[in-house]
């Protein structure tokens, strides 16, 4: 099928390209694998057409062979968008560096540079909205079937849609008494996590689990049984969700990442840390982890109004008057209090120098001491 798709490109370049594409991609996963396969077709085309006489590496130039195809691919109509502009970029960039390095050409490798890979654009957050999201859940808690558990579990770890097609089916483990969490497997990121959970995914998985013992297709350890393949369940569960977004007279445009958005955002405002933030989701980078997080108006008020009443930069005051200490050994730690106080005043007015570190030193010690003359016992 993928040849009467793809016929075979009939360029002098094409072998070379496909050596390099089979030595960067063996540890790829086979849609990273068509990705480079794709990127060096849609190339090798251009170059067929606009440069005929080009049948060998030595005969490329960074002009006008590449600033020539980058030009045709923002020319497209309809136009390209620029993230698969820059998808295309990123692939063929290191296929370019492989040949330099495999063919002994060197200037290969300085055919596209840095600069010519535009910023991805700024990608808003979109989770749902608080109606959409309630309508959704009641809906799918409506149908109770396996696609509508299958979101419900979605919405409720942040996990992936492919994450979710991929769970075990023993993915559900005990951490301590009352206490659960999802095993969600290796994902995009190549990283696999522990989600913790509470009863009610517990029972969304145990639904989940009885509608697999119904199905006639025989255990393969799975906790969503697949007629053929990994993709043809994922676009199943696309199409169910498109299905159910109708019927509600919601936008049909709602994708179920938007469901992993939504969870972020749910988890940030609950007071889940942005550290921990990043391990729910998966992510390695906190760059990622803040293209999900909305952060809407309400949440800056909110912010704004608890860092006035409470402001957590400020040293707080010593409760007794510089001239005025209690008698005995209370007295003895009002002074000291006292002292830390003045001595950190003084040190913020002084600039990053060997005598500000010396004065933090001393800070610290006196916060020592004051804590171990409080708990002296009273004479």
């Known amino acids: ?8 490109l009939l360029h002098p370049l094409a072998s070379v390209f496909d050596r390099a594409v089979d030595s960067l991609g063996a540890a790829l996963g086979p849609e990273s694998h068509r990705h ?47 993230s698969s502009y820059i998808n295309r970029l990123i692939a063929l960039r290191p296929l370019l560096t492989e040949l330099a390095w495999t ?71 005990s951490t301590g008494p009352q206490q659960w969490a999802i095993h969600v497997p290796l994902g995009k990121l190549k990283t696999e996590r522990m989600v913790p959970v509470d009863s009610r995914v517990v029972t969304v998985v145990q639904r989940l689990r009885f509608f697999r013992f119904l199905d006639p297709r025989p255990p393969d350890g799975r906790l969503l049984a697949r007629r053929s393949t990994r993709d043809a369940l994922v676009r199943q569960l696309r199409r169910y969700l498109h299905e159910a977004c109708g019927s509600l007279g919601l936008s049909t445009r709602i994708v179920p990442h938007q469901l992993r ?7 940030l405002r609950a007071g889940v840390s942005f550290p921990a933030l990043m391990k729910l989701l998966g992510h390695t980078s906190p760059d990622m982890t803040m293209l999900y997080v909305e952060v809407a108006l309400n949440d800056l008020q909110r912010e704004f109004q608890q860092a006035r009443s409470r402001p957590r930069h400020l040293v707080p005051q010593p409760k007794v008057s510089f ?25 913020r007015t002084l600039a990053t120098g060997p005598t500000r570190r010396c004065l933090d030193r001393l800070s610290n010690r006196l916060t020592k001491i004051t804590t171990k003359a409080c708990k002296l016992p009273t004479p």
């Open 1 to 8: 099928m993928n040849r009467a798709r793809h016929p075979p």
């Open 36 to 82: 480079y396969r794709g990127t060096v077709r849609n190339f090798l085309r251009y170059l067929g057409a606009a440069h005929p006489q080009v049948n060998s590496l030595e005969q490329l130039r960074r002009d006008p062979h590449l600033l020539g195809w980058m030009s045709c691919l923002r020319s497209q109509k309809p136009p390209l968008a620029t």
């Open 103 to 173: 063919e002994q050409l060197p200037q290969l490798a300085r055919l596209i540079r840095r600069e010519d890979i535009p910023h991805p654009p700024q990608r808003l957050a979109r989770p749902l909205t608080a109606q959409q999201d309630q309508l959704l859940q009641q809906e799918f808690v409506r149908r109770n079937n396996r696609e509508s558990n299958a979101f419900l579990l979605i919405r409720h770890t942040g996990m992936r849609i492919g994450e979710c097609a991929d769970l075990s089916f023993d993915c559900l483990r």
């Open 261 to 267: 958005h939504t969870y972020a955002t749910e988890m």
């Open 323 to 347: 001239t005025h200490f209690r008698t005995g050994l209370d007295g003895v730690v009002d002074s000291l209090r006292a002292a830390q106080h003045a001595l950190e005043m003084f040190r």
